[in-house]
């Protein structure tokens, strides 16, 4: 049996008995957040009909075009509503305490704060109703390396230190929105203990759980080093070091995080927090680098470096790294697509007026950390901002190539003419460089 049906059996299951052990009369009202391609919804609405149990289901996602499928996959089912719904915004009036049951299965850890995600779905549900709630409790290093490529597994940012949390964590912040009791599956096989049903009601019950306390979280001290010195300028890196060594005088390995950026921007800083504590918490010892910037210095890139550590490390006589992991870097940039305009969503060409040169240095530069690395289309100085508008420039005029093999001089440089010395041997390239 897949999860998806044995997840949607156990819910079904578990509904079919609280309504028909539920007193009074009347359609039962189950709400679904974040329903999706419906495999659980398929599963709970048979499974109500087919114990004859009366219902009112009201099928929601954030995706207007997941809600429309849906809306014809279940055309045939009698009593069935279908809307989109974003369980991180406000409820809307009409759906206060307005349903028995409410169920989200994998979507709530997606969200950037478990509390108030949950005090949503708190405010929905009557006094005697509940909330089910599947979600993985255990991580697996898979789920990162898979899961890990879509946005919403980078989410969270109410202190968690990973999108899944135990269910201790869940008991917790489930009281904090507002639920009198928390109670969830379990069963001495691992997969019991990796992905469970928790259940929320509003009223406390007379059912004690015992609860172990949260294990502290780690946390990483920093130094910072000079790691290497080209002509007076420093290239900086920072060494997050573990809280306890568990052998003391063990050699760590070390996991080197290079930043990405265009080319152009952020800076050694702009890592991820949970990415860090993680490599600390498996035994690795993270180093995150600075590097020296396009356009001042012609070809670098942070996912770039990474990859062509692979022959650069053995010509220095180094150990080339194990794994090399590139997160989102491009890898082929012989394709025509880098020929073309490029319009990032929200920072479309519009016209402008501007000066490209305005932010160049007459020195390479090795961080520029004034948008941060997360949303730095959202923010609003990727526009005003004159060395944002490098990266922006390079996409809307097809310049990507040029800026980052060949470079930009400064303004006063142009003003004295081409510089020989950056000439690169015709028909050679640079290799991307610290
Ligand atoms: C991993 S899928 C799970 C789908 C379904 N519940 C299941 O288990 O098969 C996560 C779903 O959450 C939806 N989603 C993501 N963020 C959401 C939000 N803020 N509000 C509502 N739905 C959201 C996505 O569109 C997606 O359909």
New binding site residues.
Partial sequence: MSS?SARGKYLGDALRKACTNAAGGGKFRILE?????G??TRYVTSHLRNHGIPFEYVFT???AS?VAAAKKRFSAVDSMVFEV????KSVRPEYVGAFHCVIA???IH??RNLEVSLSHLRAMIREDGALTLIEITKNMFWLDIVVGLFE?WWLFEDGREHALVDEQHWERVMKKAGFGEVLWSDGAIPESKTVRVIGAFPRKRCVAIESTPLKKPTKAALETVVYKKVGDKEIHADIYYPDEVPVPNKKLPIALMIHGGSHVIFSRKDIRPAQTRYLLEKGFLPVSLDHRLCPEWAWSSGGQLAMSLAWTAPQRGLRPPEAILAFYCPTNYEDKWWRHPIQPIGAEDKGHEYDVLEAIQDEPITNYGVVGAWEPLSDPRILTDPRCRIVLHINWKAQTLPVIVGGLPSRKKADEGPDPARADPPGQLPTPTF
């Fill in positions: 998806t957040v974040a329903a999706g391609t495999g659980t996602d954030i995706s997941l719904l974003d369980v991180e299965t994998n979507c997606a969200t919403g």
